[in-house]
Nanobody
Framework: QVQLVESGGGLVQAGGSLRLSCTAS????????MGWYRQAPGKERELVAR???????FYADPVKGRFTISRDNAKSTVSLQMSTLKPEDTAVYYC?????????WGQGTQVSVSS
């Protein structure tokens, strides 16, 4: 059974930091591209960052220089270190895994940034 379980969300003041983690099970984690998406109220879900099986990374423009994605294949985890948070970063953050035609989503974790 495939599972992606996120943790680490919460409420933080603007300028603060949070670290999200996603623990995967039920599939061959190391070959999957892992990503973090977010969805704010009334908006579409958007890609925040992703990391390939080879460790290549991509960041959406709004988070470049503030967020860092990393993975630990031995532990089947992917993390998102978020710094200098802004109120506009408030959203539900989702862990995502994709390889060829397969993709999986986590249940999401709420991140709220107060001004």
């Amino acid at each position: 059974q495939v599972q992606l379980v996120e943790s680490g969300g919460g409420l933080v003041q603007a300028g603060g930091s949070l670290r999200l983690s996603c623990t995967a099970s039920g599939f061959t984690f190391s070959i999957y591209t892992m990503g973090w998406y977010r969805q704010a109220p009334g908006k579409e879900r958007e890609l925040v960052a992703r990391i390939t099986s080879a460790g290549g990374t991509f960041y959406a423009d709004p988070v470049k220089g503030r967020f860092t994605i990393s993975r630990d294949n031995a532990k089947s985890t992917v993390s998102l270190q978020m710094s200098t948070l802004k109120p506009e970063d408030t959203a539900v953050y989702y862990c995502h895994a994709t390889w060829r035609v397969w993709q999986y989503w986590g249940q999401g974790t709420q991140v709220s940034v107060s001004s």
